[in-house]
């Protein structure tokens, strides 16, 4: 079976520059209950990426449902950043590297 994981860029939009500690807050709240339920593989801010803040890898089911978690990121839904969602296939010792 193909195993796929969804790749969230949370991208720096216009009013980024107005994030408050509040929405920082809720943003690491979302990442800790989507973790706590399983649907988070990865996630971090990234450094000398300019315009992109951070990245979340989804192990979700299907491409909508990780588009789904997307819209709901405080980021996102506040209008402070977007996003691109792109699917993973993911190469491993378990699939021989896709070989």
Do not use: W
Request: glycine share 8%; net charge positive; charged share 25%.
């Amino acid at each position: 079976m193909e195993k796929q994981l969804y790749v969230m860029m949370i991208k720096r939009g216009k009013a980024y520059n107005r994030v408050t500690r509040a929405v920082i807050a809720r943003h690491a709240e979302n990442l800790r209950d989507l973790d706590q339920a399983g649907k988070i593989e990865l996630c971090g801010p990234l450094k000398g990426y300019p315009g992109v803040a951070g990245m979340v890898i989804f192990k979700t089911s299907s491409y909508e449902e990780a588009d789904a978690l997307c819209k709901l990121e405080p980021l996102v839904a506040g209008g402070y950043a977007t996003y691109t969602l792109a699917a993973l296939q993911v190469a491993d010792r378990d699939n021989n590297y896709l070989l």
